[in-house]
């Protein structure tokens, strides 16, 4: 039977008999009290009747006050006959008190009178005994039909009440303990219901579902084993070395490239933890100390991180390592977590092999063309020289022109010869104590005809006693030549440029100022990479000569720095060690 169909029975039921009872207690006591009534009008009225002629025939019947009253009481008993015989005896009754009043043998009459009174009286006591009799077996029966309807009633109410509850809420139970089965992936539960009622509906779509879901994940197993091995056939064969990580920073896998550059081919290492497997093997120490590292020093540690040198199949290679963290949203979740790493090590070798190639042909063409310049140089010279013969104002300008001209080239060779040295690694540093005003009095000097061409003060302050630096004096003058020149360059015709030294606790500060152009806020951050140049700045340039000072003063274990305020001219600062 279906459970919307059983509790509108069983309600209806219950209904039923609260009605049932109702109607039953109702109806006997209606009875009961119309039985009850009877008494009382019928029979309980005429024996008062009775009692008040007694009382008037008893006290003097010739007062007119006690014929009223007794006429009154007889003309009431007239009016309620209702028992058999009862008007017969009243009928006689009233012909004797007629008698009584013609004042026939009034004392016989009287005493006729309280018999016909009597009479009348022991009629209806007769009459109410049996009424009694009527009313008190109405009454047990009553109560017998309450009592059984009653009875009834309760055994059905029990019975439904230990029966229903539990039989819509057992179902529920088993199925709460089934879906949180389910939940917990244990797809092989079932209910056991076999009722034909929407419990047993509910019990095979549940069944139903559950066998879905244990086909689906079946099917996922296999689909998820399938893309695993294609994974892994993958980074396997990838000729870059992988390494990946869990969150506990143990190995989930290495590709055959990254074990044989590891020489790591004949151990067991999945599942090992990174740091016991870094402990007896430099390289992958190397690899794996970016995970060490706490956030706030990862985060000082910007720089890329230089290539990794390792000799492997009988030759160096280079490698740039990349870590990657790998995090994810979990299911229902807000916040990301970190899963694990994977470590990719990128062979730059053919590269790096091309960039040597690169910065040898550029350092040979500028070496060998430094030669050939310089002497053009000379020749320019000799040639304005007056002893060897004069030259007409047109000849002079072309000798100036091709002067410039080299001047410049030698410049640009003598910045690519500095910028393969730097690249190659190969910076010979001479550092001794040099004075820091030599080297500014050096650099002015150098730049002092190109300042007068454009009208531009150079003006040199110097803040007190400045001692002495370590430094290559050679190229620390080169840097600062290389400022100044910037700084005639990018500045107005008819300004000044300041060059100023100052102690600074335990650094001597070099600075540069001009009133010129300044450079683009979007752009300070990228002066000192190499071969960079503001886009459309007009000047000739190779935008290499901010990159070598920077690897010039950082070589000396020193600082540098610009500050620029857009269209109102440029700080270059940098600072050396005092001795
Ligand atoms: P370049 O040979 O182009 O001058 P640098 O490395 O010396 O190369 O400078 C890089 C770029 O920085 C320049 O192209 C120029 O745009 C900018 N720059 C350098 N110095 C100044 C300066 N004093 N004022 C404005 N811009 C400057």
């Known amino acids: 039977m279906k459970i919307k169909t059983k509790l509108t029975l069983g309600i209806g039921l219950l209904f039923c008999l609260i009605v049932l009872l109702a109607a039953l207690s109702t109806f006997y006591i209606n009875a009961l009290s119309k039985d009850a009534k009877n008494i009382l009008t019928d029979n309980y009225n005429t024996l008062e009747y009775c009692r008040e002629m007694l009382n008037a025939l008893n006290n003097d019947l010739d007062s007119p006050s006690q014929q009223n009253l007794f006429a009154h009481n007889l003309k009431l008993q007239k009016a309620n006959i209702t028992e058999s015989g009862e008007a017969a005896l009243t009928g006689k009754l009233e012909l004797d008190y007629q008698l009584l009043q013609a004042e026939v043998s009034k004392d016989s009459l009287i005493k006729i009178i309280q018999n016909d009174i009597t009479a009348i009286m022991q009629l209806n006591m007769q009459a109410i005994q049996q009424k009694s009799l009527i009313v008190k077996e109405s009454s047990t029966n009553s109560i017998l039909w309450i009592s059984i309807t009653g009875a009834v009633c309760f055994l059905l109410a029990f019975t439904m ?37 929407e419990f047993g509906d509910l019990a095979s779509a549940f069944n139903t579902m559950a066998l879905k879901l244990a086909e689906f994940r079946a099917g996922n197993i296999a689909q998820l084993l399938i893309e695993k091995k294609r994974i892994e056939t993958l980074i396997n064969n990838m000729h870059d070395p992988v390494i990946g990580l869990d969150e506990n920073k143990k190995v989930l896998f290495m590709n055959h490239t990254a074990l044989k550059i590891l020489g790591l081919q004949d151990k067991p290492v999945t599942g090992m933890a990174i740091q016991d497997l870094a402990m007896q093997n430099d390289l992958l120490r190397l690899l794996a100390q970016d995970l060490f590292i706490t956030s706030e020093h990862h985060h000082s540690k910007k720089s890329p991180s230089s290539p990794i040198k390792i000799f492997a199949d009988g030759k160096e290679s280079y490698f740039e390592k990349e870590m990657i963290p790998i995090n994810i949203i979990p299911t229902g979740e807000k916040e990301e977590v970190l899963i694990g790493n994977v470590i990719l090590l990128q062979n730059i070798t053919p590269y790096k092999e091309l960039d040597f ?15 050939p310049i310089s002497s053009i140089k000379m020749s320019l010279q000799l ?40 690249e190659s690694g190969s910076i010979q540093m001479n550092i001794v104590a040099a004075d820091p005003a030599e080297i500014v ?40 030549t290389n400022l100044i020149s910037n700084a005639i360059r990018y500045s107005y015709e008819h300004s000044i440029v300041n060059i100023a030294i100052k102690l600074m606790g335990d650094v001597v500060q070099f600075s540069v100022k001009d009133t010129g152009q300044g450079i683009s806020p979007e752009y300070v951050e990228k002066i ?15 935008g290499l000569g901010l990159a070598i000072s920077k690897e010039f003063i950082e070589a000396q274990g020193g600082q540098i720095r610009v500050e620029s305020d857009y269209g109102a001219g440029s700080t270059f600062y940098f600072s050396l060690n005092t001795v």
Do not use: C
């Open 441 to 480: 009095a050096y650099a002015v000097n150098t730049n002092k005809v190109a300042a007068e061409q454009k009208n531009i003060q150079l003006a040199v302050e110097q803040a007190g006693d400045v001692p002495n630096v370590m430094a290559d004096r050679e190229k620390t003058s080169w840097v600062l």
């Open 383 to 422: 040639l304005e020289n007056e002893k060897i013969g004069t030259l007409n104002h047109e000849q002079h300008n072309l000798v100036e022109s091709i002067r410039d001209d080299a001047g410049r080239l030698l410049k640009i060779t003598g910045e690519l010869l500095n910028m393969t040295q730097v």
């Open 528 to 542: 000192f990479d190499r071969y960079f140049r503001v886009p459309d700045s007009k000047k000739e340039g190779t």
């Open 357 to 371: 190639a690169k910065t040898n042909f550029i350092a040979t063409v500028s070496h060998e063309l430094k030669t």
């Open 161 to 197: 009440l230990m029966n229903l509850p539990g039989n819509i809420a057992n179902p529920i139970k088993e199925l709460t303990g089934s879906i949180q089965e389910i939940a917990a992936q244990n797809y092989d539960e079932r209910l056991q219901f076999h009722r034909d009622d």
